[in-house]
């Protein structure tokens, strides 16, 4: 199994297309395979499993090219300060925005303005009551402090009008980076009862699941504060 893998990410797929552009499907773990060739256009996805400086390697295939290379990556949230969330920072870090359906203002979204009713406890164990959890949670605008139902109309209409805003302004210009989140297209009561179930389980000093969503739900850079 294991000289398996390794031959899986050694693999390497050449193709070419009838115009003439070669395409090259390569391993990123394997750092060989992102060196020696000049490609104009690289593509890489989930970098967040990607071993430090390999990024690097990637980019550098472009440099013959001048302005006319591009490197686009691609990833869920990776941890704090690695090669994914370096890369991030330097762009001009363009956030997914909604348009309040009551003041018009626009706001990124953000876990923060997520709100349910604190009381829906069973007993005084603390267990969450999760039916009135995913019935009472609502996205409250920052602006006008509106709430916003939990429907898939409701989040129709604020990606209808939603647009990237740009976070960081005085990034370069060629540095362009794109953001969103699970909120702006999945109930916000499933992921309040998600969020609780994940605290819950740090209790017992478990902090995977509580990972996973800020990772992989919002998309968000895990710092541990241990």
């Known amino acids: 199994l294991h000289r398996l893998i390794r031959r899986q990410r050694q693999m390497c797929i050449r193709d070419r297309f009838n115009n003439g552009m070669t395409l090259w499907v390569r391993g990123a773990y394997n750092k060989k395979n992102l060196q020696r060739r000049s490609i104009r256009w690289v593509f890489g996805d989930e970098t967040w499993q990607w071993p430090t400086g390999n990024m690097a390697e990637a980019e550098a295939r472009t440099t013959a090219f001048g302005w006319l290379g591009k490197c686009v990556f691609i990833s869920q949230g990776s ?9 991030f920072l330097s762009t001009d870090q363009r956030e997914w925005c909604y348009k309040c ?42 602006h006008c402090g509106e ?26 210009q ?25 605290k819950k389980s740090t209790d017992i000093g478990d902090i995977s699941d509580l990972k996973n969503f800020y990772q992989k739900r919002l998309g968000v850079f895990w710092q541990d504060l241990t």
């Open 147 to 172: 709430y916003i139902a939990d429907t898939d109309k409701n989040r129709y209409l604020l990606n209808q009008n939603g647009k990237y805003i740009s976070q960081n302004p005085k990034a370069s």
């Open 174 to 198: 060629q540095k362009v980076g794109f953001h969103w989140n699970s909120l702006c297209s999945m109930s916000w009561g499933a992921l309040a009862e998600m969020y609780l179930r994940a």
């Open 101 to 142: 359906l009551h003041c018009g203002e626009y706001s990124p979204y953000r876990w923060e303005n997520i709100e349910w009713d604190s009381s829906a406890r069973y007993d005084e164990t603390g267990e969450w009551d999760y039916e009135k959890i995913n019935s009472s949670t609502a996205l409250k605008c920052p």
């Open 79 to 87: 941890e704090w300060e690695d090669d994914t969330h370096k890369k």
